[in-house]
């Protein structure tokens, strides 16, 4: 088979996994580890596609990193192999052996997807052709111009107007100290007359510009209605393309039941999000069902530079992604024995909240790791649960910061709405100061600095959280080195601002301070537990008015 691939190292000692990996949430199988090695040390010598993924020269331009993955399968001889693909394409579109083809390759020569593209193409070329026809481009510098030389004179003749009137104002007021009665009111007649004249005068004027300018804009008429139609007619055709594309991506599960990508995101509130498809696990899956392979184990890794907005380091394994895969692997995977979902598990039953402070007011707790500030869809246990059970009388929201599940420390709560407000207010103004501790893989050259990287939600792949320049909220970190040695850095984070990841994120970036927290399972590589833990605050008293902090050292 050709994409079949054996196992360059004996494996023959290794337990196979009665359960398939849950593509979400996952530390990889060792014969999943042993396939990417293998597969890795292919991409270190391989010359049979060009791709600069940006290894040996991070600052190249047109680099980019890439997904990998590969399949650990058992074939109807019951032997042990694996298959690798990649997600998206190759910058040289080819479609090497050594990787299983895709789902539905769109850019089969004269295929209907290639010309559709090149329909297009012709369309915004017409398009362009319009707006650049001279008769079109002078008519439009015309209106343009009539309309600036139109809000002058308007403009001019509202204050002449404005200075006839308090001409007019005046000469009254003078006419009366000097003319009789009967005469005042010829005059004021003559004035109210000149009124009438000047209004009557600007309302003419506006509607012979109205006009004028009207008979400019349908010259341009038939040039606008022109381009409206390759627009409207561009959009027909992309929509149907889109469509007929959707329609040619069929996916296979274990059972040989196929279903097109439409009818897999029937039940959603979005059309399926570009790339759909396209990414390892359904490439991988789908060949696997197609030539009767068993699928045992999978593991997806990152091979490259870092984009500019997403966490991928080089070599670190990485989940299928939400929007794109989820529904997809929904149904390929359907009937597959697969390990339990961790990320459902509560791992908080054998844990306890320590109090650490506690008055009329607040609640000051020591949060352990894996403990949800407030409950989830799934993981109803939390510190907002258990608190609001072990005093039912507190009213307000109780919660006044959140921590992230993963992330142990100090935790803030009140007791009642009044004291909830002024410490909620109190956030909002900054005026709360706090601090983290963490542990970094990896060794810092400076020894502190400040973190600007503005933050959004990933909503391809919630929870996690992107740069974004544009789109994003701002998002601003102190930091401080405290130890360090040659593979971890100890540091002190006093966040300005408090989004979602926000420390975990200017940690791991590659243009913040490029060194994962360790333990971050997320942006970095999953261990025993986060390595990171809120040890100070300070604050106003809510009631007292007086300056109250509290420091709770890390275990680590």
Same mark, same amino acid.
């Given at each position: 088979?050709?994409?079949?691939?054996?196992?360059?190292?004996?494996?023959?000692?290794?337990?196979?996994?009665?359960? +398939?990996?849950?593509?979400?949430?996952?530390?990889?199988?060792?014969?999943?580890?042993?396939?990417?090695?293998? =597969?890795?040390?292919?991409?270190?010598?391989?010359?049979?596609?060009?791709?600069?993924?940006?290894?040996?020269?991070?600052?190249?331009?047109?680099?980019?990193?890439?997904?990998?993955?590969?399949?650990?399968?058992?074939?109807?001889?019951?032997?042990?192999?694996?298959?690798? #693909?990649?997600?998206?394409?190759?910058?040289?579109?080819?479609?090497?052996?050594?990787?299983?083809?895709?789902?539905?390759?769109?850019?089969?020569?004269?295929?209907?997807?290639?010309?559709?593209?090149?329909?297009?193409?012709?369309?915004?070329?017409?398009?362009?052709?319009?707006?650049?026809?001279?008769?079109?481009?002078?008519?439009?510098? =015309?209106?343009?111009?009539?309309?600036?030389?139109?809000?002058?004179?308007?403009?001019?003749?509202?204050?002449?107007?404005?200075?006839?009137?308090?001409?007019?104002?005046?000469?009254?007021?003078?006419?009366?100290?000097?003319?009789?009665?009967?005469?005042?009111?010829?005059?004021?007649?003559?004035?109210?007359?000149?009124?009438?004249?000047?209004?009557?005068?600007?309302?003419?004027?506006?509607?012979?510009?109205?006009?004028?300018?009207?008979?400019?804009?349908?010259?341009?008429?038939?040039?606008?209605?022109?381009?409206?139609?390759?627009?409207?007619?561009?959009?027909?055709?992309?929509?149907?393309?889109?469509?007929?594309?959707?329609?040619?991506?069929?996916?296979?599960?274990?059972?040989?039941?196929?279903?097109?990508?439409?009818?897999?995101?029937?039940?959603?509130?979005?059309?399926?999000?570009?790339?759909?498809?396209?990414?390892? #696990?359904?490439?991988?899956?789908?060949? #696997?069902?197609?030539?009767?392979?068993?699928?045992? #184990?999978?593991?997806?890794?990152?091979?490259?530079?870092?984009?500019?907005?997403?966490?991928?380091?080089?070599?670190?394994?990485?989940?299928?992604?939400?929007?794109?895969?989820?529904?997809?692997?929904?149904?390929?995977?359907?009937?597959?024995?697969?390990?339990?979902?961790?990320?459902?598990?509560?791992?908080?039953?054998?844990?306890?909240?320590?109090?650490?402070?506690?008055?009329?007011? =607040?609640?000051?707790?020591?949060?352990?790791?894996?403990?949800?500030?407030?409950?989830?869809?799934?993981?109803?246990?939390?510190?907002?649960?258990?608190?609001?059970?072990?005093?039912?009388?507190?009213?307000?929201?109780?919660?006044?910061?959140?921590?992230?599940?993963?992330?142990?420390?100090?935790?803030?709560?009140?007791?009642?709405?009044?004291?909830?407000?002024?410490?909620?207010?109190?956030?909002?103004?900054?005026?709360?100061?706090?601090?983290?501790?963490?542990?970094?893989?990896?060794?810092?050259?400076?020894?502190?600095?400040?973190?600007?990287?503005?933050?959004?939600?990933?909503?391809?792949?919630?929870?996690?959280?992107?740069?974004?320049?544009?789109?994003?909220?701002?998002?601003?970190?102190?930091?401080?080195?405290?130890?360090?040695?040659?593979?971890?850095?100890?540091?002190? +984070?006093?966040?300005?601002?408090?989004?979602?990841?926000?420390?975990?994120?200017?940690?791991?970036?590659?243009?913040?301070?490029?060194?994962?927290?360790?333990?971050?399972?997320?942006?970095?590589?999953?261990?025993?537990?986060?390595?990171?833990?809120?040890?100070?605050?300070?604050?106003?008293?809510?009631?007292?008015?007086?300056?109250?902090?509290?420091?709770?050292?890390?275990?680590?």
């Amino acid at each position: 088979m050709l994409h079949f691939q054996h196992f360059k190292k004996d494996i023959s000692g290794i337990q196979i996994p009665d359960k +398939f990996t849950f593509p979400f949430y996952y530390e990889p199988n060792l014969l999943a580890k042993i396939a990417a090695k293998e =597969l890795q040390e292919y991409l270190e010598k391989q010359t049979e596609f060009k791709h600069d993924f940006g290894i040996k020269n991070s600052t190249a331009k047109n680099a980019i990193g890439k997904m990998f993955g590969v399949l650990i399968v058992k074939n109807t001889d019951g032997a042990l192999g694996y298959l690798a #693909a990649f997600s998206g394409k190759l910058a040289d579109e080819s479609l090497p052996n050594k990787f299983v083809p895709p789902i539905f390759n769109m850019r089969t020569q004269g295929g209907f997807y290639e010309q559709g593209e090149k329909e297009i193409e012709r369309i915004g070329e017409k398009i362009q052709l319009i707006k650049k026809d001279k008769s079109y481009l002078l008519s439009n510098k =015309l209106l343009e111009k009539h309309i600036k030389y139109v809000e002058e004179d308007l403009s001019f003749q509202r204050k002449k107007m404005r200075i006839s009137k308090l001409t007019r104002k005046h000469q009254k007021k003078e006419a009366r100290l000097k003319l009789d009665d009967k005469n005042f009111e010829v005059f004021t007649k003559k004035l109210i007359q000149e009124s009438f004249n000047d209004q009557f005068f600007y309302r003419e004027l506006q509607e012979y510009y109205d006009n004028k300018i009207k008979k400019i804009k349908n010259g341009l008429l038939v040039f606008e209605n022109n381009i409206e139609e390759h627009i409207y007619n561009r959009k027909k055709i992309s929509k149907t393309l889109q469509n007929t594309l959707f329609q040619k991506y069929q996916f296979l599960n274990q059972q040989k039941e196929q279903k097109g990508l439409l009818d897999i995101f029937d039940n959603s509130s979005i059309k399926p999000p570009a790339g759909s498809g396209d990414c390892c #696990a359904p490439k991988l899956l789908q060949y #696997a069902f197609q030539h009767q392979l068993t699928p045992v #184990a999978m593991a997806e890794f990152w091979w490259g530079i870092s984009p500019n907005s997403e966490i991928r380091k080089h070599e670190n394994f990485y989940p299928s992604c939400q929007s794109r895969c989820k529904p997809i692997l929904k149904h390929m995977l359907e009937g597959v024995k697969m390990d339990e979902n961790l990320l459902l598990k509560s791992l908080s039953k054998n844990l306890e909240l320590k109090i650490i402070f506690e008055d009329d007011d =607040l609640i000051i707790i020591n949060k352990p790791p894996e403990f949800l500030s407030v409950p989830g869809k799934e993981i109803k246990d939390s510190v907002y649960t258990r608190i609001k059970q072990k005093y039912p009388s507190a009213t307000g929201p109780i919660i006044v910061h959140r921590l992230d599940m993963s992330t142990s420390g100090i935790l803030v709560l009140t007791k009642t709405k009044q004291a909830n407000k002024i410490l909620q207010d109190q956030f909002i103004k900054r005026t709360v100061k706090k601090r983290y501790v963490a542990l970094l893989s990896g060794k810092l050259t400076k020894k502190n600095g400040t973190i600007r990287l503005p933050l959004r939600l990933d909503l391809n792949d919630r929870p996690r959280q992107l740069v974004d320049f544009v789109n994003g909220k701002k998002a601003e970190t102190n930091w401080t080195v405290i130890a360090q040695n040659t593979k971890q850095t100890r540091i002190h +984070f006093y966040p300005i601002t408090g989004r979602t990841h926000q420390l975990r994120v200017h940690a791991a970036h590659k243009d913040g301070l490029n060194l994962p927290i360790i333990g971050d399972d997320l942006y970095g590589t999953k261990q025993d537990k986060l390595y990171l833990h809120a040890d100070f605050i300070e604050f106003t008293h809510p009631t007292s008015k007086n300056k109250i902090s509290f420091t709770v050292p890390s275990d680590f």
